[in-house]
């Protein structure tokens, strides 16, 4: 072996200097997204999760999605955020419902259905077969911060942002549904609530897997 190579890995010296971190991407901006799930190897006939992708929290018994969020265009592209879909908790249907909520906007989100689009379509569009429809699915989000388990501040996912907001087009990289009328400055159009934490208007990517940390914020 080359003694230059040995050095490389015997003096660190002229090694670059470890960088403090990103900032923090700002509350509320928008962006667009590529989810994938961490199978957590829960399964639960009843609840029809047989193909091992949710989460049992071992101290709470809460049960969730992994899921980790990578941007995929724009100033932020390729920086990662991690949350939580919630799917049951011992203390109630609550997170069960936060978390259905946010698979519905994700869906619409991803396939360019707007939320109070009832047609046979739409209908069809937020069905899936299984929890693996979701992994790799791609839409927008709305950043959002809170605090980790050391008291830092972090970037989250909590809220899927739907068609029926002004600045989703241009963001998705879609034609706009929206009349010229509601086009109105952005953040001036609802957006749907989430949980803590398919196909997009084109075809959807095959599915992938990739790792995701902490444990749920709606399950301590």
Do not use: C
């Not at 403090?20 to 989810?35: C, D, H, T, Y």
Request: aromatic share 8%.
């Amino acid at each position: 072996m080359n003694d230059n190579n040995t050095n490389v890995w015997s003096d660190f010296n002229d090694a670059e200097a470890q960088q403090s971190g990103f900032n923090l991407i700002p509350k509320g901006a928008l962006v667009p997204v590529l989810m994938t799930l961490k199978p957590g190897g829960h399964y639960d006939a009843n609840q029809g999760w047989s193909d091992g992708y949710p989460t049992q929290s071992p101290k709470t018994g809460a049960v969730y999605l992994a899921a980790e969020f990578v941007i995929t265009g724009g100033e932020y592209a390729k920086r990662k955020m991690w949350s939580n879909i919630g799917l049951y908790s011992p203390k109630g249907p609550t997170w069960t419902q936060m978390g259905r909520t946010f698979v519905r906007a994700a869906l619409n989100s991803a396939r360019n259905v707007l939320p109070q689009d009832n047609s046979p379509q739409a209908t069809a569009a937020r069905r899936i077969q299984g929890f693996v429809d979701l992994d790799g699915l791609e839409f927008v989000v709305r950043v959002d911060i809170e605090k980790d388990d050391r008291g830092d501040d972090r970037n989250v996912v909590k809220t899927a942002v739907e068609p029926d907001h002004p600045d989703y087009a241009r963001t998705m990289g879609v034609p706009s549904k929206l009349a010229p009328s509601t086009n109105a400055p952005a953040n001036s159009a609802p957006q749907a609530p989430a949980a803590q934490s398919a196909a997009p208007a084109h075809q959807a990517p095959a599915p992938q897997r990739a790792p995701v940390s902490g444990k749920p914020a709606w399950a301590q």
